[in-house]
């Protein structure tokens, strides 16, 4: 098995932050190439739930939708290959890409650079992304472990208990 990328959701913020949510569990990359410079196209201009994916959304696999963070998880072969043709289906029928063969490179490049990220990660971690456009107009990506809370969460405003009759 493999070392792979799963979308996590842990409330609903997902599905008001960003365009489109992915789907709980779903297989994801990381997604820059989405924000890349090209004609047409500037990241800097994004505003909003698209602004918000390039900051700091994965890319869902097959929902094209995003997600805040990603855990790490074992896939087969047969999945990756699925991750595979569903980003080439992306790239040539929502991407422009010129041809289904440079979609399918692309889409191999993408899916190795996800394989490499969760390679040498335990599994069950969970990473989050921030993207920047740095000073000569390049898309950064960093990429951090989100470790959960110590042993006891900070004091709560008001706890709900069962009425007492």
Known sequence: MARFLR?????????????????PDEWAIPGGFLYMPRPGFDAGALAKKERQAFVSGFFGLP??????????GEA??????????NLT?????????PSRDAAE???RDEIGYARALADDTPLNTLLAVKREIDAEGAVREQFHIVN?????????????VEDQE
């Open 105 to 107: 490179g692309l889409a």
């Open 89 to 97: 289906r992306f790239l040539v029928e929502h991407f422009g890409a």
């Open 76 to 85: 087969s072969e047969q999945d990756i290959e699925t991750c595979v043709l």
């Open 63 to 72: 929902s094209f939708g995003f997600s805040t963070l990603v855990s790490v």
């Open 7 to 23: 979308a996590i959701r842990f409330d609903v913020s997902d599905t008001h932050v960003f365009p489109r949510a992915a789907e």
């Open 148 to 160: 959960p809370p110590g042993d006891k969460p900070h004091a709560f405003v008001w706890d709900v």
